[in-house]
Structures are given as structure tokens and as C-alpha cells.
């Protein structure tokens, strides 16, 4: 034989497997991009392609997910070790795994005084804010007389683990999607806001306050605002920008509804009580509008990514 095979591997790589932990009202979520590698006695499915030796990537994919519901997600090391010990283990033709892990923070969502007051608790069990990633956004427009201010957010990733619901849409004959009475919702927001402040340098506004402000009340309108949809949502967060906000007339939203589907574990004997999601990552959902302070004009582009 003129060549030969040199070092090889395959599994399935990034599973994006979300775990919903529920201890009454309070929520847990572990959040993870799980890649599977496995290699061993291969080299037939290379020569010859007999599949005799081959767990399909499929097979390593459902055991991630089934793992996820069996075993919990303490850790990713731990979940890691449960994987790798399992394929070299139970499959004689794999003699080594390599279990690659990514794990996504979250944070809890803060409440607003009003909610907390309502339920004694000052933060909300079922909403989280992703650790660390959003990027703040400015734009200053001046024309020598004049001043526009819009300032705003993105990739702000955040999650309610219940309150969300969508039911009751059109069906037509290629309408699949089945009523959700539990679903995740999660987005990542982008938004801009638009200032009322136009020339005035003595009113100017405490743009760093501002922002501050302005995220706060976005994340409290997302985490305390029971769902029927995406765009219920989003029409609150901005309607408490403007209500909480005077220097701001205008706010526009995109939201991608980031789709979270639960994974059917019956076939593994396994029963998934809301607890374990494959986290989509296309398509999805986009829903945007504007929300104004009434009596004021619409200048936000309508497609924010030529903002
Ligand atoms: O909140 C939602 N709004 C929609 O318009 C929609 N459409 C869909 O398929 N799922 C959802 N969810």
C-alpha cells in the first residue's frame, strides 16, 4: 500500500447542552459547548469503510444530552470525566476520549424595588444576565448647532428559565411549531436609545449614570415581565426606559429569540421534565421595534447594524 493512515479522530463537536436545575422557585442553569473526540482501533472505516468500530457522532451526541439528564452538570470537569470514562469503557474499539468543554457564566438578575416588595426577594429565581460580554455603544451627531446623542448596548445575553409562553399564533398548513405554556426565553439585546438633549451644555446629561440606569431597568423589565411573547417583552423593557429615564425619547430594540428546544430523551428511557435543552444557535427569531416617548419622532435607524 502506497500510503498509509497517520494519526486520526472525530465525535461530535459543539453540542451546546443547557441544563435547568429547579429547586422550587429558584433556578439553577448550567450552560455548556460540550465537543467529543474519540479515537482507536479506526483504521478499517479509513481503508475499507467498514463501520464495525465506529460509534456514530450522532450516538456521542444523544450521550451528552441523555449524560446531562443521568448525571447533572456539577462541573464541566466533572461532566467531562463521566463522558470520557464512558466512551473508552463501554466501547471496546475506543481507547482514548477527548472531552472538550466550554462553560457560558450567568448571573443572576437583579430586582427592582417594586418587585422585591412584592416578593420579598431581591433577585429574580429564573433570570440571568451572561457573565461579562456586552459591548457598550455611542453615537454623537453635531451639525455646528445641534447635538444627537444615541447610545446603546449589544450582545447583552440574558435567559428567564419560566414566565414565558407563546400560544394562540396563526396556524396555517405549514404551521409545525407546537404551543409552549413553559418555554426559555433568551436574546441578546441590542438596542440604542436616543437622548432628548440637544444643546443646553449645562443640562447635560451623566452619560455614565445614564447607561448604568438604563441597563438596570432593561434587565428588570426582562426578568419581571411574565411572557406571552418576545415582543411583549421587549415592548416593556423599552416602555420602562422611557418611564424611568426623562433624558431619553426613544429606544429601539433587536432581539434574536434564541431558541431553546428540549430534548426528546424518551428513546434513551429517560423522562425530560423541562430540564435539558439543545441550545439553537440558527436560525432564529428577530424581533425589533421602536418605542417612544409619546408626541416624539422616530430617528433610530430602523436596522440598527448601520447604526
Ligand atoms: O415570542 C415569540 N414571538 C414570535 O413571533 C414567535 N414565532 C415563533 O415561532 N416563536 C415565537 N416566539
Not at 447542552?17 to 482501533?41: E, F, M, Q
Request: charged share 25%; hydrophobic share 35%; glycine share 6%.
Amino acid at each position: 500500500m502506497p500510503t498509509i493512515l497517520g494519526q486520526n479522530q472525530y465525535g461530535k463537536a459543539e453540542n451546546r447542552v443547557v441544563k435547568i436545575t429547579r429547586d422550587g422557585a429558584t433556578h439553577h442553569i448550567k450552560d455548556l459547548n460540550v465537543s467529543v473526540s474519540l479515537s482507536g482501533d479506526m483504521d478499517e472505516v479509513h481503508y475499507s469503510g467498514s463501520n464495525a468500530n465506529v460509534l456514530p457522532t450522532d450516538t456521542t451526541k444523544n450521550t451528552v444530552f441523555a449524560f446531562a439528564k443521568e448525571y447533572g452538570i456539577e462541573s464541566a470537569e466533572q461532566f467531562g470525566i463521566h463522558l470520557a470514562r464512558h466512551f473508552v469503557t463501554s466501547q471496546e474499539p475506543v481507547h482514548r476520549a477527548r472531552i472538550r468543554i466550554e462553560e457560558y457564566a450567568w448571573e443572576r438578575i437583579e430586582t427592582s424595588d417594586a418587585n422585591s416588595k412584592f416578593t420579598g426577594a431581591d433577585e429574580v429565581k429564573h433570570s440571568f444576565v451572561r457573565k461579562g460580554q456586552e459591548i457598550r455603544t455611542a453615537q454623537v451627531t453635531f451639525d455646528g448647532e445641534k447635538w444627537e446623542v444615541i447610545s446603546g448596548v449589544k450582545d447583552l445575553t440574558v435567559l428567564n428559565s419560566t414566565n414565558s409562553e407563546f400560544w394562540g399564533y396563526i396556524k396555517d398548513k405549514y404551521t409545525t411549531l407546537k404551543e409552549a405554556y413553559d418555554r426559555i426565553l433568551a436574546t441578546d439585546v441590542s438596542g440604542k436609545w436616543r437622548f432628548n438633549w440637544t444643546d443646553d451644555e449645562q443640562k447635560m446629561p451623566n452619560w455614565e449614570k445614564s447607561y448604568e440606569q438604563v441597563r438596570k431597568h432593561l434587565l428588570q423589565a426582562f426578568a419581571e415581565t411574565y411572557s406571552l411573547s418576545l415582543q411583549q417583552t421587549l415592548y416593556q423593557m423599552g416602555a420602562r426606559i422611557i418611564n424611568n429615564r426623562s433624558e431619553i425619547d426613544e429606544v429601539r430594540f433587536s432581539l434574536p429569540n434564541k431558541h431553546h428546544f428540549l430534548v426528546d430523551l424518551e428513546p434513551f428511557g429517560l423522562k425530560n421534565d423541562n430540564e435539558v435543552y439543545f441550545a439553537a444557535d440558527r436560525p432564529y427569531g428577530l424581533i425589533e421595534a421602536t418605542i417612544l416617548r409619546d408626541g416624539c419622532e422616530a430617528r433610530i435607524p430602523v436596522d440598527l447594524t448601520n447604526l
